[in-house]
């Protein structure tokens, strides 16, 4: 039975970079393979970050462009699905940068200091993470989105977006504060 | 709140329109025809590249051509002004007319007026 689901993941892994080598000659049923394959996971990761479906659909397309038309850059050290959401993830920050939706102001004044500890569960289901995320300010869900989701590090979060660390750090703790608060009026509402 | 967040994140999927994989082969096959377009102009700015080297290369050969004759036509000129000069032939003829005194001869009187 190992043996058996050994066997099944290895063919997996060689379908893949079978797939990969169609595709890098620019085989378009490859192409169109790999887009099927994970379409759906990349528009739904361009969805966290913009609020529009049609606009997060115009990102994922430009970041399959680039995919098809990079793919002799990555390396097959890493995973290919992570290549692609890192790909995807810039794309939605670019597209945020050019409409100057990045634009954070800060009055220090309501800068928080510490976070408070908080391990309430809210029994959130997959339907409720991009309504919530829509009711937040774009600086606010895309740090949230950076950090909480895809682990960045606030060094690497100041980087992408062109903030300082503290900025990211305070983007942070105001985002998870609101999201308590959307989060508390949910559960009320139920 | 973070993992719960972070758990059903990564289980999102959203449908895309039928028309997006046409959108995007159509982008494709666009940038494949920019990328043909763009290797013409290459081959066209090598070709003429080509071109001027060759005219510059006739070019000068000519001009080289050009000195060797006029360099030449310098030298034939000069040996040319050599003969001219007169002094030579009036020595000879002088020379001659002492030859024709001894042997008790006249020049020929075409010499004489010269």
Known sequence: MHLKYKSIIGSLVLNTEQLLENCLAGDRKAQQTLYEQYASVMLGICRRYISQLQDAEDVMMEGFLKIFLNLNQFDHRGSFEGWMKRIMINEALMWLRKRKLLLIELDEKILPLEETQDNRHWELTESDIIPILDQLPEGYRTVFNLYVIEEYKHREIAELMGISINTSKSQLILAKKRMKHLLEQKKQSH | ?114
């Open chain 2, 1 to 114: 709140m973070e993992q719960e967040f972070r758990d059903q994140s990564k289980s999102i999927r959203l449908t895309p329109s039928p028309s997006s994989w046409e959108t995007i082969r159509r982008r494709l096959d666009e940038k494949n025809q920019i990328k043909k377009i763009k290797l013409n102009p290459i081959l066209a700015i090598a070709a003429s590249l080509t071109g001027i080297l060759l005219l510059a290369s006739l070019l000068f050969m000519n001009n080289n051509r050009e000195a060797t004759w006029s360099n030449t036509s310098m030298t034939n000129t000069t040996e040319f002004e050599d003969h001219t000069d007169h002094t030579d032939i009036y020595w000879q003829i002088s020379q001659l007319n002492q030859a024709y005194t001894r042997l008790d001869m006249n020049l020929p009187s075409n010499m004489k007026n010269l």
